[in-house]
């Protein structure tokens, strides 16, 4: 191998990051890039995500690099959303170092990345920023400080090491020790002395290689993590800057550097007079990656960037976006000077009910709001509203909102003049007991003959303010229609032609009145008595209430929901529910608007009637867990639960989706049987095949292994697998369930009961033994053999992977004689095996045995506590296909195809 040269080194590192800016952007490859150094330390291997923010931070310091100019270069578009572009995120970030006061946040760059907020913190932010960005120049430039007094000492190593080759050859992690010796690093760095001995005779010597320090990473606290935090001359002055998560301080060239070196520190006597020996104690806080710049190149490198450097519709977008931040911070500062206004209209209750909301009058997040002074009289207020909805204000009356004991909201009283003249924070409070609500008011215009507003009307005790909403049963149809004053002494009566002239019926029409009195926890609406006067009716100012026609008897008019109550009592438990097949768990099949008090057997009917299943017993339900997004795991049994809402309950939140199946026999009758998918294992043929078992549940393992010999699954005649079944006995049978999870956890022997066997999260696998382990004798032994390897970074731990099985050990027999039937069990070609290591594993501690070792003396009886703990264990190479999620990556290098059979 060539002796790599620093002139080398840079030429990676400038490639390095220029690759990185090409994925989102190409740039030069040679521009401003060079003349820039890393030393990075091996003293220790640990990282955190401070790590990632600090290396970060030498990167993106908007004077350093020349990157600034770089980034701000960066193709984008006004139409790029920060969130889902890179390039606009760094351009963000870098604008918003440069041109803020306060430090900066990285969550919109970590989203761009698609990473949310858990991502954020795993340990994979630090390593997946270094491939990236820094992974190459990392493994190129790590100088190992083991033995070396100071960077020259590392440089000198680092140039023997690399005219090593072959297995000799340099690998950096092999130096990932944890070493808190001195090591000292100068302010300035000269690579061409001793005769230019770090440079390659190709190297252009007219270049001055000096480089001087600009950033020093320091990682801080013990060995097994800790914190990181840089140290940085952004200009190259005299003045060092911390920088420290979100903090900023100066600090003197001493803490930067000297501090840094690591090793002992002498504490002075504290009696000079005394021949005590000095008082010695470890520094934890050392210098963990270097930056130095040429000086040659250091006007290049560090530059300013300015307006000109960033494109217009960038310059504008950030600008805005500063703006509009600074407006947030100064609202978010000054909010306990001011209060939010709500104001609700007839507007807005015409728009809203019947639509949005069927029940009280208003979603008072959806009306016009208004942030005013605290210390504003509502007088001055109103002229706010005379401009915003050209309303003079001598014909503006203010109600204020009441939430009633029964949690309705309702406008219940009128503000006097004299309560106008008060500051809307004092209303607010008088309103609210909680300060920390929005003061909402109710705005009543009234209208003339002209449609032009007109002075409101004069508010006494003996009239009432009432809210009317109209319904269609033909149209099932909510609306509302206006408001009116009566008289408390007044009847319902006197009105009629007033609400038929709203409702746009003939002025003799027949009506019926409700009071929409509630709807939590339940509907309460009740008949109005029409002859009734409004007092009698209890009713007041800010009730609601709901009229209709009349429906008369024998008019042979069917509807769903004939009258207001019924119709409220609809909405107020009407669902609309995904159904979703059970096998594709994240796709909608279908919508169904149900009631959350339809029984179980509305349910599944709907659900057949929609599908077009003549059975609906067919149909099996499973609710939605809310928190893991997925099917739960135990199916809803037949009529398990009474109505719909109890189906979409779980825990204390309330889904919109169930999971359905058809299956192919009805589920009362299913419930009799258990269900079983077990794996069946052939002696000779390289194939798994699973199958669907349905017994009573009251069968027996036994019960089992006679229906897989009535689907022929052995390779034997039908004849021959009979007679080995009927031999088996106890669990060294010819034929043996075990249930497998990476490890065998249990074998059942053919009495036991089915019923009691949960192959929910376990995969169950009928095994046929080979005819030469059929004989059990009584000195021979049942033992489990796991596929296994060592884990290099783990301390040589034992990391099981494959599948394992059951394998019976004669007395007497060798390990070269055990090995031959494994490998005609497992099918392994002779050079493959030959490779194979065997060893006894007792509580994950292997002992490797020879071929003349008899096998069976290792192991103890399967009644002794811990037998199941000792195994037969084949180590070799995972050479098994490797899977995208980690549940099936253990998997040995002799998977057997699988069949699927129902």
């Known amino acids: 191998m060539k002796r790599n040269t620093i002139r080398r080194i840079r030429s990676i590192q400038s490639e390095q990051n220029a690759t990185f800016l090409n994925e989102i952007a190409p740039i030069d490859s040679k521009g401003g890039l060079s003349g820039f150094i890393y030393a990075i330390f091996s003293r220790s291997d640990n990282k955190s995500r401070s790590t990632k923010r600090c290396w970060f931070l030498t990167l993106t310091c908007p004077k350093v690099l020349n990157l600034g100019k770089a980034v701000y270069h960066m193709p984008t578009t006004e139409n790029d959303m920060p969130s889902g572009s890179i390039p606009l995120a760094l351009q963000s970030l870098f604008y918003k170092l440069q041109y803020s006061h306060t430090s900066v946040a990285t969550k919109e760059l970590t989203k761009s990345f698609g990473w949310d907020t858990y991502d954020s913190f795993m340990q994979h932010d630090v390593q997946e920023l270094n491939r990236v960005l820094c992974e190459k120049l990392e493994d190129k430039m790590k100088l190992d400080v083991k033995g070396c007094k100071d960077v020259y000492a590392s440089f000198d190593k680092y140039v023997e090491v690399e005219r090593l080759e072959g297995d000799n050859k340099y690998h950096a992690e092999q130096y990932g020790l944890q070493i808190n010796d001195r090591y000292e690093f100068p302010l300035q760095l000269d690579l061409d002395r001793d005769n230019g001995k ?5 190297a252009d010597r007219s270049i001055r290689n000096l480089y001087t320090l600009q950033s020093v990473l320091v990682h801080s606290s013990g060995v097994h993590g800790g914190h990181y935090y840089a140290y940085i001359r952004p200009t190259l002055s005299n003045q060092w800057y911390k920088f420290e998560d979100e903090r900023v301080t100066k600090e003197d060239a001493k803490r930067a550097l000297e501090e840094q070196y690591g090793g002992e520190e002498e504490l002075p006597h504290s009696n000079p007079g005394f021949n005590n020996s000095p008082f010695k104690f470890t520094k934890y806080s050392n210098a963990y990656m270097l930056v130095y710049i040429r000086e040659s190149d250091k006007d290049k490198i560090i530059c300013n960037v300015d307006e000109k450097d960033i494109a217009e519709h960038l310059r504008i977008r950030l600008r805005k976006e500063h703006e509009e931040k600074e407006m947030k911070r100064k609202e978010k500062a000054e909010a306990h000077l001011y209060t939010i206004i709500k104001v609700a209209r007839d507007e807005d209750l015409r728009d809203q009910i019947g639509k949005d909301i069927f029940f009280d009058l208003v979603d008072h997040d959806k009306v016009p709001s208004f942030r005013i002074q605290k210390q504003m009289p509502l007088t001055l207020f109103k002229e706010e509203i005379a401009k915003e909805f050209g309303i003079p204000i001598q014909y503006q009356r203010f109600w204020l909102w009441a939430k009633r004991q029964n949690h309705t909201y309702r406008p219940n009283k009128a503000l006097t003049p004299h309560e106008e003249e008060q500051s809307v924070g004092l209303l607010r409070e008088v309103s609210n007991k909680a300060n920390n609500v929005d003061l909402k008011l109710f705005l009543e215009i009234e209208m003339g003959l002209d449609l032009q507003p007109i002075p409101p009307p004069e508010k006494s005790k003996e009239n009432l303010l009432l809210f009317f909403k109209h319904y269609e049963p033909s149209t099932e149809k909510l609306r509302y229609a206006g408001r009116v004053f009566v008289m408390s002494s007044g009847k319902p009566l006197d009105i009629l032609v007033k609400l038929n002239e709203m409702a746009g019926y003939a002025p003799d029409e027949e009506l019926e009145l409700f009071e929409e009195i509630k709807f939590v926890p339940n509907i309460m609406c009740e008949p109005v008595d029409k002859m009734s006067t409004f007092r009698d009716s209890q009713l007041e100012d800010g009730d609601i209430i709901c009229f209709q026609k009349s429906l008369q008897s024998g008019s042979g008019e069917q509807y769903r929901y004939p009258d207001v109550p019924s119709f409220m009592h609809y909405v107020h438990n009407r669902l609309v529910v995904r159904f979703r097949i059970l096998q594709k768990p994240k796709e909608d099949e279908f919508i169904l608007e149900l009631s959350k008090l339809d029984t179980y057997d509305d349910v599944v009917e709907q659900v057949a009637q929609h599908i077009g299943l003549d059975d609906p017993s067919k149909i099996r339900l499973t609710s939605h867990n809310c928190y893991s997004q997925q099917p739960k795991p135990q199916c809803i049994k037949y009529r398990e639960m009474e109505h719909l809402s109890d189906m979409l309950f779980h825990y204390n939140q309330i889904s919109d989706i169930l999971y359905y199946e058809v299956l192919d026999i009805p589920l009362p009758e299913l419930q009799c049987l258990k269900t079983l998918r077990i794996a069946f294992h052939h002696a000779i043929k390289d194939e798994e095949v699973i199958h669907t078992i349905r017994l009573p549940r009251h069968s027996t393992v036994s019960d089992v292994f006679n229906d897989l ?68 004798g009584p000195h021979d032994r049942l033992i489990h053999a796991y596929h296994f390897l060592k884990d290099t970074t783990k301390n040589q731990q034992v990391q099981n992977f494959g599948h394992p099985f059951l394998l019976v050990i004669h007395e007497g027999e060798t390990l070269a004689e055990v090995k031959l039937r494994i490998q005609k069990k497992l099918q392994v070609p002779d050079d493959e095996f030959s490779k194979w290591n065997f060893a006894f594993v007792s509580f994950g501690r292997p002992e490797y045995l020879q071929d003349i070792d008899i096998v069976s003396t290792r192991f103890q009886r399967r009644d002794i506590y811990g037998a199941w703990e000792q195994y037969l264990g084949l180590e070799h190479t995972d050479n098994g296909p490797r899977r995208s999620f980690a549940g099936n990556q253990n998997r040995h290098a002799y998977e057997k195809p699988v069949k699927i059979n129902d």
């Open 709 to 776: 010999r009535s689907k022929r699954v052995t390779s034997l005649s039908s004849s021959r697998f009979a007679f080995i079944l009927h031999l088996c006995a106890f669990c060294a049978a010819a034929a043996q369930i075990c249930r497998c999870h990476e490890s065998i956890a249990t074998v059942f022997c053919l009495s036991e009961k089915i019923e009691s066997i949960n192959d929910q999260y376990w995969t169950l696998r009928a095994e046929e033994i080979p005819e030469e382990e059929k004989n059990f």
């Open 198 to 202: 770090y440079l390659s005779p190709e």
